[in-house]
């Protein structure tokens, strides 16, 4: 159940800020099923669609999932980060990596098909489809953020979620409704990353 | 400048669709920065923004990024797709891939850079911007469709756009205005791509 009401397009793509802490209320079915239809309208090479969507709600599944972030951020992602960020992100990512799976009531982990699409095009195949899925989630008032320490372990998350061998995990995201309102994105002003019609000519 | 009205989330998710046919009309700055804001909204891995845009205008440059993606069509990309594709989507693929870039007065080559993310997180972190970038288009009316082809020469790309070497380019990008109306998108049936807890334990 949602009280959103529709949102102009350009106000939730800007607004999309990552959710890392989240509250108990149970996520319908119903919004799962929005966003996983906003995820599969993304483009993929030769419209393949090579994109396999695991929404797991079983508690012990969800555990499983979540021990492996929690793994890979204990066994070196936290050291690698701590140098590089601000005490303030930091201390969210922690609690993200942490608790984020495990507070969240859904967990989709989101794959790649390397019998559908070649290996070489499932990265641009299928993180398109992730981005539908974390702008359609904000669309609803929902939080979530993608995340890809899991995949660290992929055999093991294989193993957890049953996937066959071509099926490839790519990203674990969390979904659930936020702790807390989401302060506004921050980012570089454009001039830092764009440029015109060639490198170091600034836009 | 643009006549379009703002335009609901869902609605533009739901009906982008891959633009492979451009009209002549000019595309204003401000459109492209309005493109650029989105994209850069997207999230990355420690919000690191490794993402890289050039935007290509310049005639003689569009034709070089044009030349590659036609080269590499034309070097076994069509063969590969031939026997894959719709002969009506391979009619539009073929027509992309020969004009698109040059009918289109934007390219927009997408790059991630090395140096700022990792290599391995930059996949997720710069194909969530070109899905923001795609989308944005579509909201307000522009045609747009995401091509990897000229990435097999990334070397050359490199070349034409002075690119560092640690600046990979990833995507290449037509924007422009649509010749023609775009029909609604074709997409399989979530229950072929949806799975709950488990692998094969159908959505």
Redesign the interface.
């Known amino acids: 159940m949602t009280t959103e009401q529709?949102?102009?397009?350009?106000?939730?793509?800007?607004?999309?800020?990552?959710c890392r802490s989240f509250d108990q209320r149970e996520v319908d079915d119903s919004l799962i099923?929005?966003i996983?239809?906003?995820a599969?309208?993304?483009?993929s090479?030769?419209?393949l669609?090579p994109?396999?969507?695991?929404?797991?709600?079983?508690d012990a599944?969800r555990a499983r999932v979540g021990d492996l972030t929690r793994r890979a951020w204990n066994s070196g992602g936290r050291e690698h980060?701590a140098s590089?960020?601000s005490p303030e992100?930091m201390k969210d990512?922690d609690q993200g990596a942490e608790f984020g799976t495990q507070e969240a009531p859904v967990t989709i982990v989101l794959c790649g098909d390397a019998t559908i699409g070649l290996d070489m095009?499932l990265?641009?195949s299928?993180?398109?489809a992730?981005?539908?899925l974390?702008?359609?989630a904000s669309?609803l008032g929902l939080g979530s953020?993608?995340t890809?320490l899991a995949t660290m372990f992929a055999q093991e998350l294989s193993t957890i979620?049953?996937?066959?061998d071509s099926?490839r995990p790519?990203?674990v995201i969390p979904i659930g409704w936020p702790k807390r309102p989401l302060g506004p994105?921050?980012?570089?002003p454009?001039s830092e990353?764009?440029?015109?019609?060639?490198?170091?000519n600034p836009?």
């Open positions: 529709p949102r102009e397009f350009f106000d939730v793509v800007l607004n999309q800020r990552a099923e929005q996983l239809t906003a599969t309208h993304a483009p090479a030769e419209n669609q994109w396999v969507f695991l929404v797991v709600r079983d599944q980060s590089r960020l992100m990512v095009t990265p641009s299928v993180f398109p992730a981005q539908n974390l702008l359609a669309a953020t993608m890809t979620l049953d996937l066959p099926v790519m990203a994105p921050k980012r570089l454009l990353r764009a440029h015109r019609d060639r490198y170091n836009w």
